[in-house]
T-cell receptor
Framework: GESVGLHLPTLSVQEGDNSIINCAYS??????FIWYKQESGKGPQFIID?????DKRQGQRVTVLLNKTVKHLSLQIAATQPGDSAVYFC????????????FGRGTSLIVHP | EPEVTQTPSHQVTQMGQEVILRCVPI?????FYWYRQILGQKVEFLVS????????KSEIFDDQFSVERPDGSNFTLKIRSTKLEDSAMYFC??????????????FGPGTRLTVL
């Protein structure tokens, strides 16, 4: 199977709710991950990254959690807004031994006003 | 805000033809990348480029592909003899530092390549 994958293809939430998007990886040696947002018709946009020496990292309205024990990371978006509607995917930058991103398929986040 | 630009936005070509996809990375960036995304599938790394040389390339980046930085601003991807399966969105990206140094990649809007 793929080294980076997402549990849910689509997530629908109401505006103002918190959103949680999950991602699993398979290489226990992976040590650097990035979450991207891709809006329709646009290229991926960096959201937040995390290295394996951290369990949690916070940005503006976003938090990434890394659980190395179960090889899982999540992206939490607080107070989700319609502008957050996009495909979100995680990338493992270190699964191949060199820093080449391996992307997951993505989760489509739909925010209902 | 500086951004990566790509031209054309959509390229339609016949199978077997050569195509050149063009990118203008952010001006002070030193590291350049090409990715592709087949419709409905995940983004896939093709190649990275630094100091006028390929740094890394994936299995997808075979002899049909080449990259070039012909001048101080453009970064191109050439596909010599396109195949139907080359139809995809191609994204260019650039970064100021290497990914290992946590250099943030900035992606362009993509070129949609359709091979008929």
């Amino acid at each position: 199977g793929e080294s980076v994958g997402l549990h849910l293809p689509t997530l629908s939430v109401q505006e103002g709710d918190n959103s949680i998007i999950n991602c699993a990886y398979s290489n226990s040696a992976s040590d650097y991950f990035i979450w991207y947002k891709q809006e329709s018709g646009k290229g991926p946009q960096f959201i937040i990254d995390i290295r394996s020496n951290m369990d949690k990292r916070q940005g503006q309205r976003v938090t990434v959690l890394l659980n190395k024990t179960v090889k899982h990371l999540s992206l939490q978006i607080a107070a989700t807004q319609p502008g957050d509607s996009a495909v979100y995917f995680c990338a493992d930058l270190s699964s191949g031994g060199s820093y080449i991103p391996t992307f997951g398929r993505g989760t489509s986040l739909i925010v209902h006003p | 805000e500086p951004e990566v630009t790509q031209t054309p936005s959509h390229q339609v070509t016949q199978m077997g033809q050569e195509v050149i996809l063009r990118c203008v990375p952010i001006s002070n960036h030193l590291y350049f990348y090409w990715y592709r995304q087949i419709l409905g599938q995940k983004v896939e790394f093709l190649v990275s480029f630094y100091n006028n040389e390929i740094s890394e390339k994936s299995e997808i980046f075979d002899d049909q592909f080449s990259v070039e930085r012909p001048d101080g601003s453009n970064f191109t991807l050439k596909i010599r003899s396109t195949k139907l399966e080359d139809s995809a969105m191609y994204f260019c990206a650039s970064s100021e530092m290497t990914l290992a140094q946590a250099g943030t990649q900035y992606f362009g809007p993509g070129t949609r390549l359709t091979v008929l």
